[in-house]
């Protein structure tokens, strides 16, 4: 049951230093290996984390307003 909580803290992004004190792990591999992530979770973080989602994001954002000025 622990470890269920400590999975969920962790996908509501919850740092694993405060989830490996929580559990009382002395190390944080200990911590890791009771902690389980969602295929979907990874996806959305890395789509929204991705140093190539930021890029692509300010680029959308330029052409948007040069389209803007130029109207």
């Given at each position: 049951?622990p470890?269920?909580?400590?999975?969920?803290?962790?996908?509501?992004?919850?740092?694993?230093?405060?989830?490996?004190?929580?559990?009382?792990?002395?190390?944080?591999?200990?911590?890791?290996?009771?902690?389980?992530?969602?295929?979907?979770?990874?996806?959305?973080?890395?789509?929204k984390?991705?140093?190539?989602?930021k890029?692509?994001?300010?680029?959308?954002?330029?052409?948007?307003?040069?389209?803007?000025?130029?109207?």
């Amino acid at each position: 049951m622990p470890f269920s909580f400590a999975s969920l803290l962790l996908q509501e992004g919850v740092d694993i230093k405060f989830i490996q004190d929580f559990l009382g792990h002395s190390s944080i591999a200990t911590t890791q290996i009771y902690l389980h992530t969602s295929e979907g979770k990874k996806r959305e973080i890395m789509s929204k984390f991705h140093p190539r989602e930021k890029i692509f994001s300010a680029d959308s954002r330029a052409h948007h307003d040069s389209n803007i000025h130029q109207k």
